[in-house]
Nanobody, 124 residues
Framework: VQLQASGGGLVQAGGSLRLSCAASGLTFSGYTLVWFRQPPGKEREFVASTRASGGRAYYADSAKGRFAISRDNAKNTLYLQMNSLKPEDTAIYYC??????????????????WGQGTLVTVSS
């Protein structure tokens, strides 16, 4: 299994970025896909996920109303559209795939495959 995250970069506050995560080696549609992030000096935190069955999306409070997660099962690609970015969104963003139960969906240890991360820097 291989996940390749891309799309990070430097953006001014209020701007937008779209992250992508290309997957190979797994039946993409059968996995819950997630974005986590790790701000400088902090622990990794849940951002958003999309369930395998039905593709329902879940968001951290910090992401609600600004970020949108989506998946294209035909292209084996996960996306994260980030709008109205804030300096506190600065972090390394990681995509991951797994089959966690719903109550563990927000936990990093619920995911077995991880991308390498892409850095998002939001300047004020």
């Amino acid at each position: 299994v291989q996940l390749q995250a891309s799309g990070g970069g430097l953006v001014q506050a209020g701007g937008s970025l779209r992250l992508s995560c290309a997957a190979s080696g797994l039946t993409f549609s059968g996995y819950t896909l997630v974005w986590f992030r790790q701000p400088p000096g902090k622990e990794r935190e849940f951002v958003a996920s999309t369930r395998a069955s039905g593709g329902r999306a879940y968001y951290a409070d910090s992401a609600k109303g600004r970020f949108a997660i989506s998946r294209d099962n035909a292209k084996n690609t996960l996306y994260l559209q980030m709008n109205s970015l804030k300096p506190e969104d600065t972090a390394i963003y990681y995509c991951a795939a797994g089959r966690p139960i719903l109550s563990n969906m927000w936990r990093a240890d619920g995911y077995t495959s991880w991308g390498q991360g892409t850095l998002v820097t939001v300047s004020s």
